[in-house]
């Protein structure tokens, strides 16, 4: 009971001053800021009790002055190395989707709400060794970026997050752990060298492959980088210095199924591996593209926000 | 925790601008021992210096080891070469600014770097050694200020170095309160914990336990202070102060010695003329403390001697404080054993014949003691004898070649030489050394005796009335007692400089100087167990222990800490204007029931405000646009923030 009572989250909440994940913008109270001396600190205290042995030896009184005015200068400094640190602001932004063996990019804004600034605060991703060095100059919000790798596709979990600082003297070590709520989507690794994309299959409702469809042209929309270069409205750029792509609508367009049972000899995550490449060189082609998956099925579409939702899909499916 | 850590101080080499800083650091707490140590080592030391800055400028490769430890080799040899021992007091501080260049030869990491700066606090720690006097003090102030901005440089790489020395200034500034605690509080012990080297003190002047001729006259030529004594009221006239030092009996023909002294009870003399003071005794590594005579009260713990000297237990070796009374006019206490008379007769056989013939001419034609006196005295005022800072060298026959041949002298001549007579003449005599006059200081009065007031005179034992003071140098050169040595001495010997009476206006501006550091000898320097009980019983604290002094120092670091740590966190604690306007918009919604859900952000809870209250809509999302475009984005202008805690002041809700 003893050893459950230890492990569970109310101790560990008592302990660490927090329960995790925490939500929304954290603030690293001074309770929740340890402290230690570092080896440099312990060096330090050897040499002020010499020089207090000294001092009382040599009954030298300015040598009291100078070890007790060094004596001084530790005590503050342990006092500013945990004021470089506590009541730091922290928040998480969003983190882009990404692929599995990609590195996940954490936002972290830490929010330096004092009149002083902070200098050579680490942060570090406990799990991953994921670790940048940053100054906060006063009254700023500063944004770290940690590029945790991610192996698995799911839902990717930011785990404890450990701030230090040693700053100003190095003679202490001062750090907190925050566990913030942040999580970032791992789409499945997409598997390269790919099969082109299916024949039609007009049983199942997909479409005609064969054209673009550039009769059918129904406006402008912003360039992006995927387009393919012959879209691009040169005239338009030509007069605007703004680079815009022609959009064709309609059933000019080709439309593809994209189908989990097409792969029946794969196992699931490379299915999936391979849908999500399918989903990545259709929509880079132009494609009007569908998804079908087991519990699952998205209309044929293109864009930004379809891709992202197959991908989710393909990246949340629960598949055995 | 496979990735490296970014703030391990092994992990990061130090960046040139920290090393600079470094190295000034060291040229600050090296340059005064630079004036001690032989130029050899200056010049090596300096040289290593700028091999390393030259390294780091260039990017060059810093030497191997094993050239680094054939220099050190080698240079510790010329050490040991130079002051025959490694352990002395000397040689360990010269070794000390040695390792300080060696270290810089191998210096690559943050670690490296914060051990040399912490060899910088050592450096100036031995620096004290010498002198702690106030510009030693203030170089060292800014030498530590310029170590710990160099620390703080170390942990900060990327910040100006303009922030870091404002850190550090800060950090300085902050430590001063919890140092004054400590030193006030911490309990001084009396004494060395153990044995120091044997060349702890050999830089101590002062008067000897023993006077042959020229040793005194070459103490003389020294500026240094020997003490100060402030008197209350007025102090005594310059021909009254004879500042009595050792007592000197035994005579080899050429020096005078102390010989075995006796502890005696004090009994303290009546008589008139009482002057109470205080005197800050100089270290000069000896026993005897320095009275005017003749002391009336002894200071605590002091002893007395049979011949009238004041002495410690222990030897002098920091500068000392005590007060005392003396009478100018004591009753004269008539009684002396018969072995101290037997003492003050003796002379060695068959030196210095003429000087006894005229002894014995004094005798014969004498009926007593008091009339061979006096003899002696007009011999002395009538035979011009001359009075000198640079004594012809004397031979065996000191006495007879000072009276008869060289005919010109310093004090102890003319000491060794009356008291030499006496004997001869049957009249027991004595020298007497130590300090005659001294300067009063203009500024605060306080009479300062130099080494260059160092005097030997001559004491008699009269029959009725006992041991009486005879300066046969004041019969023979009158000025010496009433003017100074200055004037008394010769034109063109070496008087010391600022006793030139051509220099008032220089003399002026030494006054203020040594007001000054006068008291910062008695309130920083003199803090020893003594003013530390006076301060503990003037705050109200009766018998101090180092238990309570620990207890009281404990307790209030303790609360000094618990103040800088709430004063640094209290700056925060209050919200910013973004903030407080933020939280005022809650509370105002919270009043008519729209409380925010924990969770909720900024804009969910405003789109849900808009929605439950459609009549401030547009003041709501208009105000949570503000707070999200200044809290999140970058848009924190002061115009902006203005405009929120407007409009959170207008929002009306029902």
């Given amino acids: ?320 | 925790m496979s990735a490296a850590h970014p703030l391990a101080p092994e992990q990061r080499a130090v960046a040139s601008r920290d090393l600079g800083w470094l190295l000034l650091a060291l040229l600050l707490v090296a340059a005064p021992h630079a004036l001690r140590m032989p130029w050899w080592l200056t010049l090596l030391v300096l040289t290593l210096y700028a091999w390393r800055a030259q390294v780091a400028v260039a990017r060059a490769i810093l030497p191997s080891r094993w050239l680094v430890l054939a220099i050190a080799a080698l240079a510790i040899g010329a050490v040991y070469l130079e002051y025959r021992t490694l352990f002395g007091r000397t040689s360990g501080i010269v070794l000390l600014v040695l390792f300080s260049g060696l270290k810089l030869m191998e210096l690559r990491t943050h670690r490296d770097a914060a051990v040399a700066a912490f060899l910088c606090y050592f450096l100036v720690m031995t620096n004290l050694l010498y002198t702690q006097s106030i510009p030693t003090t203030l170089l060292m102030g800014t030498a530590l200020l310029a170590v710990t901005a160099t620390l703080v440089g170390l942990s900060a790489p990327q910040r100006p170095m303009r922030a870091n020395l404002r850190t550090a200034g800060l950090l300085l500034a902050h430590a001063a309160p919890a140092a004054l605690v400590l030193f006030l509080l911490f309990p001084r012990v009396q004494g060395p914990l153990w044995g120091l080297p044997q060349d702890a003190y050999a830089a101590m002047t002062g008067l000897s336990d023993n006077m042959s001729p020229g040793n005194i006259s070459q103490l003389a030529q020294s500026d240094a202070i020997a003490f100060r004594a402030e008197f209350e009221g007025e102090p005594p006239s310059p021909r009254e102060r004879y500042w009595r030092g050792p007592v000197l009996w035994d005579f080899d023909g050429r020096t005078w010695r102390m010989g075995p002294g006796w502890i005696a009870p004090f009994e303290p003399p009546q008589g008139v003329g009482r002057y109470e003071y205080v005197v800050t005794l100089e270290a000069h590594n000896r026993a005897w403390l320095f009275a005017l005579e003749s002391a009336a009260s002894l200071p605590p713990r002091a002893r007395y001697t049979n011949d009238g000297m004041v002495v410690s237990a222990t030897p002098i070796r920091t500068r000392m404080r005590y007060a005392l009374a003396s009478l100018a006019e004591p009753q004269q206490d008539t009684r002396a054993s018969g072995s101290s008379i037997r003492r003050a007769l003796d002379l060695p056989p068959g030196a210095n014949p003429r000087a006894r013939a005229l002894a014995q001419q004094w005798r014969q034609g004498a009926q007593d003691e008091t009339q061979v006196l006096m003899r002696a005295i007009a011999f002395f005022r009538d035979s011009r004898l001359g009075y000198t800072l640079e004594p012809p060298l004397l031979g065996r026959e000191s006495v007879d070649e000072f009276l008869f041949d060289a005919r010109e002298g310093f004090c102890e001549h003319f000491s060794s030489a009356f008291v030499f007579l006496m004997r001869a003449a049957g009249v027991p005599a004595r020298v007497v050394t130590g300090y005659q006059g001294g300067e009063v200081n203009s500024v605060d009065r306080i009479i300062t005796v130099r080494q260059s007031d160092a005097h030997a005179w001559a004491e008699v034992h009269l029959g009725g009335r006992g041991w009486v003071r005879v300066d046969p140098t004041a019969a023979a050169v009158p000025g010496r007692v009433d003017l100074g040595l200055s004037r008394a001495a010769r034109q063109g010997d070496p008087v010391p400089l600022l006793m030139r009476p051509q220099l008032e206006w220089l003399r002026g501006m030494r006054s203020n100087w040594e007001a000054l550091a006068h008291r910062w000898n008695v309130w920083v320097l003199g803090y020893g167990v003594e003013r530390q009980r006076d301060l503990m019983t003037s705050l109200g604290m009766r018998d101090v222990d180092w238990r309570k002094l620990t207890a009281a120092m404990a307790s209030i670091l303790g609360v000094f800490t618990l103040v800088l740590l709430a004063w640094s966190l209290r700056r925060l604690a209050r919200p910013d204007p973004v903030q407080r306007a933020w939280q005022a918009f809650c509370r105002k919604l919270g009043g008519s029931g729209m409380a925010r859900a924990p969770a909720e952000g900024p804009r969910d809870f405003s789109e849900r405000a808009a929605r439950q209250l459609p009549a401030a809509a547009a003041a709501i999302h208009a105000i949570a646009a503000l707070y999200i475009g200044a809290r999140y984005g970058r848009d924190a202008a002061r115009e902006r923030v203005a405009e929120l805690e407007r409009r959170v002041r207008e929002l009306r809700v029902a």
């Avoid at chain 1, 909440?13 to 927090?18: C, M, R, T």
């Avoid at chain 1, 990609?102 to 902070?118: C, K």
């Avoid at chain 1, 060794?129 to 698995?152: H, M, N």
Wanted: proline fraction near 7%; include cysteine.
């Fill in chain 1, 1 to 320: 009971m003893i050893r459950a009572l230890l492990a569970g989250p109310r101790l560990r909440s008592w302990f660490y001053g927090y329960g995790a994940p925490e939500r929304g913008s954290v603030v690293l109270g001074h309770r929740r800021v340890y402290i230690l001396p570092t080896r440099l600190g312990w060096l330090y205290a050897a040499t002020l009790g010499i020089l207090l042995v000294g001092s009382i030896n040599y009954a030298l009184q300015l040598g009291f002055a100078l070890t007790f005015l060094l004596a001084g200068l530790g005590l503050v400094a342990m006092v500013h190395t945990t004021r470089n640190l506590a009541r730091l602001a922290v928040s998480t932004g969003r983190a882009e989707p990404v692929f599995a063996g990609e590195a996940a990019q954490f936002r972290l804004y830490l929010d330096n709400r004092a009149r002083y600034d902070r200098p050579a605060l680490l942060v570090r991703h406990q799990r991953s060794g994921a670790q940048l060095v940053l100054d906060l100059p006063a009254r700023r919000v500063g944004e770290a970026v940690l590029a945790v790798p991610t192996s698995r596709r799911g839902w990717f979990a930011l785990t404890r997050v450990m701030f230090e600082t040693r700053f100003p003297l190095g003679l202490f070590r001062a750090w907190s752990y925050v566990e913030p709520e942040a999580r970032c989507l791992v789409y499945p690794a997409p598997e390269r060298a790919p099969l082109p994309a299916p024949a039609p299959d007009t049983a199942a409702g997909s479409a005609r492959t064969h054209t673009q469809g550039n009769d059918d042209f129904s406006g402008l929309r912003a360039y992006q980088p995927q387009d393919p270069p012959r879209h691009v409205a040169w005239k338009a750029v030509a007069r605007t210095d703004e680079m815009l792509t022609k959009q064709f609508s309609g059933a000019a367009g080709a439309e593809l199924w994209l189908d989990w049972a097409q792969l029946p000899t794969l196992d699931v995550e490379r299915r999936l591996s391979r849908l999500a490449a399918w989903v990545l060189d259709a929509e880079q082609a132009g494609l009007r593209y569908g998804l079908r998956l087991p519990g699952a099925e998205f209309a044929p579409d293109r864009g930004e926000a379809h891709r992202g939702a197959c991908l989710q899909a393909l990246a949340l499916h629960e598949g055995a």
